[in-house]
C-alpha cells in the first residue's frame, strides 16, 4: 500500500520499502514505502494549508464529517478487523472491540467537539469583556505503536480533528496497512491534506518531530522513544502529548474468591499476548492465598490457546516479532537464574513451528530486582509475589518508574479506598481490569508521561487556550504614562 497526502495514495520520494509481516505465519502481507523527510514535508504543506479551511468549518460541520467517517468505519467493521488479526496478532475477537472503540471514539469527540468554546470571565471593568478562547495548534504530529494501530490512532486523530487541527499521521512501522485502509474507506470525504499518512519508521517520525511547522506531537510508544521526542522537541519548545510504557500492578485482596481472582488475572496479563500498555506485569497475592491462587492460576493458563487470532478458538495469537519475544524470554532466564521458579509455560510451543509464538507463563518466586517485575516487559508473562498486609501491598505496586494503571482485585471497601487514593497512577480498576470508557480520562504518572486521550481531557490537549482582554470603551487610561503627572 501506498502513503496517504494531501487527499491522494502516493508512493512519494521513498526509494526503500518496509515488508509488513503477519506473526502467525511470517508471511509477507505487503509492503509500504519509507518515507523520507521530503515526503514528511509534503503531508505537513498539505496539513497547514488546509488548516486554515479546516480551522474555520463550523464545529457542527465537522461534527458531521467525523460521524460520517465513523459510520464507513462501522461499515467496514468486519474487513478492518480482519486486517488488524493478520497484521498485529491478536485474536479476531479483540480486534472486533477494537473497531467498535475505534468509530465510536469519532463519535464521541464529533459531539463534544461541537459543544467546546472556552468561557467568559469576570472583567476587571465594567466597560471590558474578558474571555477565554481555545484554538487549535495547527497541525498534529501522531504517532502511534503497533499494539492498538486504530484504537491508539482514534484517541489522537479524533480530538485533534474535532479542535479544528489537522493531522500528520506516523503509523508503527509493523502496523501501518489498517491505518491506511482507515484512510481508503473512511477519509475519503474530507477535504485533501485535512489528515495525512506518512509510512515509515523512527527515521520518518524523527523528521516529523522535528519539522518547524508542526506545533504537537501526540505520541503513544515505549519510554525510550519518548524521552528522545523530548530531546528533540525541548530546544523548539514544542509542545508533547507523551503516552508512555507501563508496569502496572494487580493486587489481590484476601477476600476474593479463586475463581474470579485467577480469571481476571489471567486476562489483565496476557489479553493481546501481553502486548498492552497496562498489561498487569506485577502480580500480588496475599500470602494466606498464594499457595493455592498460583496452582489454580497455572493450571487454567496453561489451559489456554495459542494459535491464529483468525481461528475462533484461539485465546491468545502471537507476539509481534521474534526480538519482543526474545526480550520476555531474557527476562524470565535471568529470573530463574536469580532463583524464579516457572510454574507454566515461558517456552515456544512445538506444535506452532511458524510465527512469533510464546506459552504465557506463571511466576513465582521473584522479586523486585528481576528484571522482570521492574522493567517493562511487554509479552504472556504473570510472576507473582506474596505480601503479608496491605500497607505492603501498596508499597509494592507504587515500587515503579512508571504509573500508568494499577488494579485491585477486593470487596472489602476500605482497601478499595487505601488503594485509589494511595497509588500512583492514571487509571485504577477495582475488580475489572483494563476496561476503558470513552468519557474517562487515560493516561499516566511518572516517566509514563502527563498525558491524557478520552474524555474532556483528551479534547483539551489539542486546544491552545487563548486568554481575551477586550476594553470596549477604549478611554485613555489613568494608569498609562505618564506618571505621576496632572495631565491624567
Ligand atoms: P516505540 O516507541 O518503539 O514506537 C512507537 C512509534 O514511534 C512508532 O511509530 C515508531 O516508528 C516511532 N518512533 C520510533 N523512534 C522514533 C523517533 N526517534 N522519533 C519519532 N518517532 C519514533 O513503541 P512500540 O514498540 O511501537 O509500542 C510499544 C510501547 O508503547 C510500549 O512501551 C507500550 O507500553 C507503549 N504504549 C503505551 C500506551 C499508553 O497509552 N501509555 C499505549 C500503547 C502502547
Known amino acids: 500500500m501506498r502513503m496517504y497526502i494531501n487527499g491522494a495514495f502516493t508512493s512519494g520520494s521513498a526509494s526503500d520499502k518496509i515488508a509488513v509481516i503477519n506473526p502467525a505465519t511470517e508471511e509477507i502481507l505487503d509492503t509500504v514505502p519509507v518515507g523520507t523527510a521530503v515526503d514528511v514535508n509534503t503531508a505537513v504543506s498539505a ?17 458531521g464529517l467525523l460521524h460520517e467517517a465513523a459510520r464507513k468505519m462501522q461499515d467496514h467493521a468486519e474487513e478492518l478487523a480482519h486486517l488488524l488479526t493478520v497484521e498485529e496478532g491478536k485474536p479476531l475477537e479483540e480486534n472486533e472491540e477494537e473497531v467498535f472503540w475505534t468509530y465510536d471514539t469519532f463519535n464521541y469527540y464529533a459531539e463534544l ?5 472556552g468561557r467568559f470571565i469576570p472583567p476587571g471593568d465594567p466597560d471590558q469583556l474578558n474571555f477565554v478562547i481555545k484554538e487549535p495548534y495547527g497541525v498534529v504530529g501522531c504517532i502511534i505503536p503497533w499494539n492498538f494501530p486504530l484504537l491508539l490512532l482514534a484517541w489522537k486523530l479524533a480530538p485533534a480533528l474535532a479542535a479544528g487541527n489537522t493531522a500528520v499521521i506516523k503509523p508503527s512501522e509493523y502496523t501501518p496497512l489498517s491505518t491506511l485502509k482507515l484512510m481508503e474507506i473512511a477519509f475519503d470525504h474530507f477535504p485533501p491534506g485535512v489528515v495525512n499518512v506518512v509510512t515509515g ?6 523528521a516529523l518531530v522535528r519539522h518547524p511547522d508542526v506545533p504537537l506531537i501526540a505520541f503513544t510508544g515505549s519510554v525510550a522513544t519518548g524521552q ?16 508512555l510504557g507501563g508496569k502496572d500492578p494487580l493486587v489481590i485482596g484476601p477476600d476474593v474468591a479463586m475463581e474470579l481472582a485467577v480469571k481476571a488475572t489471567a486476562y489483565a496479563g496476557l489479553i493481546n499476548a501481553g502486548q498492552v500498555c497496562t498489561s498487569s506485569e506485577r502480580i500480588y497475592v496475599h500470602e494466606g492465598m498464594i499457595g493455592r491462587f498460583s496452582e489454580e492460576l497455572a493450571e487454567f493458563v496453561g489451559s489456554l490457546r495459542l494459535g491464529s487470532g483468525l481461528d475462533p478458538d484461539t485465546d491468545i495469537g502471537p507476539m509481534l516479532r521474534p526480538h519482543f519475544r526474545e526480550k520476555v524470554e531474557g527476562q524470565l532466564a535471568e529470573a530463574v537464574q536469580a532463583g524464579a521458579k516457572v510454574l507454566v509455560g515461558g517456552k515456544r510451543p512445538s506444535h506452532l513451528p511458524r510465527g512469533f509464538f510464546l506459552e504465557p507463563a506463571v511466576i513465582v518466586n521473584v522479586d523486585h530486582r528481576m528484571a522482570l517485575m521492574r522493567e517493562e516487559t511487554f509479552g504472556p508473562t504473570l510472576p507473582l509475589m506474596p505480601y503479608r498486609d496491605f ?8 515500587d515503579t518508574t512508571m504509573g500508568l494503571g494499577a488494579t485491585l482485585l477486593s470487596h472489602d471497601a476500605r482497601l478499595v479506598k487505601r488503594f485509589f487514593e494511595e497509588v500512583k497512577a492514571g487509571t485504577i480498576w477495582i475488580n475489572d481490569p483494563l476496561t476503558d470508557n470513552f468519557a474517562g480520562p487515560f493516561g499516566g504518572m511518572k516517566m509514563t508521561g502527563g498525558g491524557r486521550e478520552l474524555g ?8 491552545e487556550v487563548k486568554h481575551v482582554h477586550w476594553d470596549v470603551e477604549g478611554k485613555i487610561k489613568s494608569y498609562w504614562f505618564p506618571y505621576g503627572k496632572e495631565t491624567k
Open 391 to 398: 500497607d505492603e501491598a501498596i508499597a509494592l505496586a507504587n
Open 228 to 243: 528522545r521526542i523530548a530531546s528533540i522537541a525541548a530546544p523548539m519548545m514544542k509542545k508533547l502529548h507523551l503516552e
Open 47 to 63: 496539513a497547514k494549508t488546509a488548516f486554515f479551511g479546516w480551522k474555520r468549518t463550523p464545529a457542527f460541520e465537522r461534527a
Open 201 to 206: 519508521a523512527g527515521a520518518t517520525g524523527e
Open 456 to 463: 474532556q481531557e483528551g479534547l483539551d490537549e489539542f486546544y
Open 113 to 117: 467537539g461541537r459543544h467546546e468554546r
